[in-house]
Nanobody
Framework: VQLQASGGGSVQTGGSLSLSCSIS????????LGWFRQAAGKEREGVSC???????YYSDSARGRFTVTSDRAKNTVYLQMNTLRPEDTAVYYC????????????????WGQGTLVTVSS
């Protein structure tokens, strides 16, 4: 399974970015998909997850500002990020699980290469 994240870039505080992650390699279309990020010098943290049935989950920092969607026919997951803050600056990764449902502690079997998001004040 291969994942390719794209859409990162540089924006000012309050701006928006839309990330995409295309998935190939024959994984089940009902898998849970996640977005993670890692800021310089910090540990990777979960941002959002979307289950096979479309249920979505967000970290506290993402809730209300970010929206995760998926187009299963296109094997693509999206992360719309609005009202961006400097603390959102990080490399964003998408990941695919072998499970269909998001839950705390869910493990992901495949990861994309990451796309850099920079938010300036």
């Amino acid at each position: 399974v291969q994942l390719q994240a794209s859409g990162g870039g540089s924006v000012q505080t309050g701006g928006s970015l839309s990330l995409s992650c295309s998935i190939s390699g024959g994984i089940d279309s009902n898998y849970a998909l996640g977005w993670f990020r890692q800021a310089a010098g910090k540990e990777r943290e979960g941002v959002s997850c979307i289950s096979g049935d479309g249920s979505s989950y967000y970290s506290d920092s993402a809730r209300g500002r970010f929206t995760v969607t998926s187009d299963r026919a296109k094997n693509t997951v999206y992360l719309q990020m609005n009202t961006l803050r400097p603390e959102d600056t990080a490399v964003y990764y998408c990941a695919a699980s072998l499970r269909a449902v998001c839950f705390p502690g869910l493990t992901y079997s495949s990861w994309g290469q990451g796309t850099l998001v920079t938010v300036s004040s």
